[in-house]
């Protein structure tokens, strides 16, 4: 079946670093999907990528799709003790269909 | 706006028992998928419903089985519970019409334990 692979697993960092985070698939998707996971709650979408070498941000974030649609990496610019917690990275070969999520990477912030 | 509701937050159940999880929907959605989050995992697909209609379905068994309502809200329910069934589930709602960005919108999730 469909796997994403997500590295590195965990971060440590200090407030006010750069983080880089990747997602690789054996198989192309349409949509490449991060989300933020914090303790007892639910996914929340943080960038949706629908093109090949497409390139995102939302304030701090940027996203990249990569141009096999195999993979895509997420970063986060000047960290904040408010970015701790888990990012996902999905992807999506349909239009309203199923969304493959990798295992996670759990970042902790230093202040 | 209400988003996506989900009960109950906890419940405790032994091998063998039955179990039903509830969630309504974020307003103006009429598409549900259900994810398992096991401990330590990313979310896995158990199945999507959308016009009260099982239109996707992940790699689990039969055990596994859900409904959606005419007012879009959903339960799943879960048969001859394991061990292995203890996880996070959790709802998500999305509009399922063509052109349908994919933007999940999750709830906060129903944590099962099985003893």
């Known amino acids: 079946g469909q796997q994403l692979n997500q590295s590195p697993q965990s971060m440590f960092i200090q407030e006010g670093e750069d983080v880089s985070m990747n997602c690789t698939s054996s198989s192309i998707f349409n949509t490449w999907l991060w989300y933020k996971q914090d303790p007892g709650e639910g996914p929340v979408l943080l960038i949706a990528l629908y093109k090949a070498g497409e390139l995102t941000s939302n304030g701090r974030l940027t996203a990249q799709f990569g141009i096999t649609r195999k993979d895509s990496f997420l970063n986060i610019s000047a960290s904040i003790p408010s970015d701790v917690g888990i990012y996902f990275c999905a992807g999506r070969d349909g239009n309203a269909g199923k969304s493959t999520f990798g295992d996670g990477t759990t970042l902790t912030v230093k202040p | 706006d209400a988003g996506v509701t989900q009960s109950p937050t906890h419940l405790i159940k032994t091998r063998g028992q039955q179990v039903t999880l509830r969630c309504s929907p974020k307003s103006g959605h009429d598409t549900v998928s259900w994810y398992q989050q096991a401990l330590g995992q990313g979310p896995q697909f158990i199945f999507q419903?959308?016009?009260?209609?099982?239109?996707q379905r992940g790699n689990f068994p039969d055990r596994f089985s859900g409904h959606q309502f005419p007012n879009y809200s959903s339960e799943l329910n879960v048969n001859a519970l394991l061990l292995g069934d203890s996880a996070l589930y959790l709802c998500a709602s999305s509009l399922g019409r063509q052109g349908w960005t994919g933007e999940l919108f999750f709830g906060e999730g129903s944590r099962l334990t099985v003893l």
């Open positions: 419903y959308y016009e009260e209609e099982e239109r």
